[in-house]
């Protein structure tokens, strides 16, 4: 009885003696070169690989990135912020994608600095899936053998913000926003200051053919040597509506396309260039709308200029 009531004492005081988990979050982790991975990802002791760093770090919190080097793939599952000051390079499996998104709908995703290099490998630069929002700014998408990046919300919804960005040499499109019956309604997304350029596919795609609609803004940006469209707008149920605000759109076989076959498509046109050397500066399927708010130039090689539209 003796032994038996000590212990029952003993485990009473344990009880009242306060936890400390074995592996708390943190709201500031870090990544460096000279890091490992079995560190606590601190700024002194920092992690070697984004996603170790982000697996130690809580909802809503941010990853700083100490010295430039590679730093691997990252799957993102809850809110974050990333700051690569530039330098924080990251890369893709001949299969994957460099940074994939697959957070609720409540989750912030905020990405800066970041060097996203498939070096003719990796498949996809950022693939977005589901968030609440997502922010790309001051970054480079280079060198895959898929798009660049793809915001495919087919079955939730995401504001998407794209700023000083250079997106490069990939065999598919550039940026391609795409959303289906399942993604709550219109998706929004602004785009300011971004370079699309020498893409295999499209420079900018975006989809509403399954479902949704899509409004977006793009400002101030520059469209070149894509192989295929610069700017590429397909309707859908709640229409695709595409404002370019002082662009330039040159050296693609069709400069600019609303498709609405399967639903509204319009672009809008407001102090633009746009300049092709081969079929088309602009055209219309479907009835797709192409409306000028004045302050444009389309013209070729020969100072003319060619827009076509088709019923069907």
Same mark, same amino acid.
Request: negative net charge; glycine residues 14%.
């Given at each position: 009885?003796?032994?038996?009531?000590?212990?029952?004492?003993?485990?009473?005081?344990?009880?009242?003696?306060?936890?400390?988990?074995?592996?708390?979050?943190?709201?500031?982790?870090?990544?460096?070169?000279?890091?490992?991975?079995?560190?606590?990802?601190?700024?002194?002791?920092?992690?070697?690989?984004?996603?170790?760093?982000?697996?130690?770090?809580?909802?809503?919190?941010?990853?700083?990135?100490?010295?430039?080097?590679?730093?691997?793939?990252?799957?993102?599952?809850?809110?974050?912020?990333?700051?690569?000051?530039?330098? #924080?390079?990251?890369?893709?499996?001949?299969?994957?994608?460099?940074?994939?998104?697959?957070?609720?709908?409540?989750?912030?995703?905020?990405?800066?600095?970041?060097?996203?290099?498939?070096?003719?490998?990796?498949?996809?630069?950022?693939?977005?899936?589901?968030?609440?929002?997502?922010?790309?700014?001051?970054?480079?998408?280079?060198?895959?053998?898929?798009?660049?990046?793809?915001?495919?919300?087919?079955?939730?919804?995401?504001?998407?913000?794209?700023?000083?960005?250079?997106?490069?040499?990939?065999?598919?499109?550039?940026?391609?926003?795409?959303?289906?019956?399942?993604?709550?309604?219109?998706?929004? #997304?602004?785009?300011?200051?971004?370079?699309?350029?020498?893409?295999?596919?499209?420079?900018?795609?975006?989809?509403?053919?399954?479902?949704?609609?899509?409004? #977006?803004?793009?400002?101030?940006?520059?469209?070149?040597?894509?192989?295929?469209?610069?700017?590429?707008?397909?309707?859908?149920?709640?229409?695709?509506?595409?404002?370019?605000?002082?662009?330039?759109?040159?050296?693609?076989?069709?400069?600019?396309?609303?498709?609405?076959? #399967?639903?509204?498509?319009?672009?809008?046109?407001?102090?633009?260039?746009?300049?092709?050397?081969?079929?088309?500066?602009?055209?219309?399927?479907?009835?797709?709308?192409?409306?000028?708010?004045?302050?444009?130039?389309?013209?070729?090689?020969?100072?003319?200029?060619?827009?076509?539209?088709?019923?069907?």
């Amino acid at each position: 009885m003796h032994r038996t009531g000590l212990a029952a004492l003993v485990m009473a005081f344990a009880c009242m003696l306060p936890v400390s988990p074995a592996a708390a979050l943190s709201n500031h982790t870090a990544v460096s070169g000279l890091g490992n991975d079995t560190n606590p990802c601190t700024v002194a002791q920092p992690c070697r690989t984004m996603q170790m760093a982000y697996s130690n770090t809580a909802v809503g919190g941010e990853i700083d990135v100490l010295d430039p080097t590679g730093y691997g793939a990252l799957v993102i599952t809850h809110a974050i912020s990333i700051e690569g000051h530039g330098w #924080a390079s990251m890369n893709a499996t001949a299969t994957g994608s460099a940074i994939t998104i697959n957070a609720g709908p409540n989750d912030a995703i905020s990405l800066h600095g970041l060097i996203l290099d498939g070096l003719g490998i990796g498949q996809s630069g950022i693939v977005a899936n589901s968030c609440r929002s997502f922010e790309l700014g001051d970054s480079i998408v280079r060198n895959f053998t898929g798009g660049g990046i793809a915001i495919n919300m087919t079955s939730s919804f995401c504001v998407t913000s794209i700023v000083n960005t250079s997106v490069t040499d990939n065999k598919g499109t550039g940026v391609s926003i795409k959303t289906g019956a399942g993604s709550g309604g219109t998706v929004t #997304a602004t785009l300011d200051r971004v370079l699309f350029k020498n893409n295999g596919a499209n420079g900018f795609t975006a989809d509403a053919s399954a479902g949704g609609g899509i409004r #977006a803004t793009i400002s101030d940006s520059t469209f070149n040597f894509n192989a295929a469209i610069g700017v590429s707008a397909i309707g859908g149920s709640s229409g695709v509506f595409i404002a370019l605000v002082r662009d330039v759109i040159s050296n693609h076989p069709i400069g600019a396309k609303a498709d609405a076959s #399967a639903g509204v498509a319009s672009l809008i046109f407001q102090s633009c260039v746009v300049h092709t050397s081969s079929t088309l500066h602009l055209q219309s399927v479907g009835n797709g709308f192409l409306i000028s708010f004045g302050g444009n130039v389309l013209f070729d090689g020969a100072g003319t200029f060619n827009v076509t539209q088709s019923p069907t």
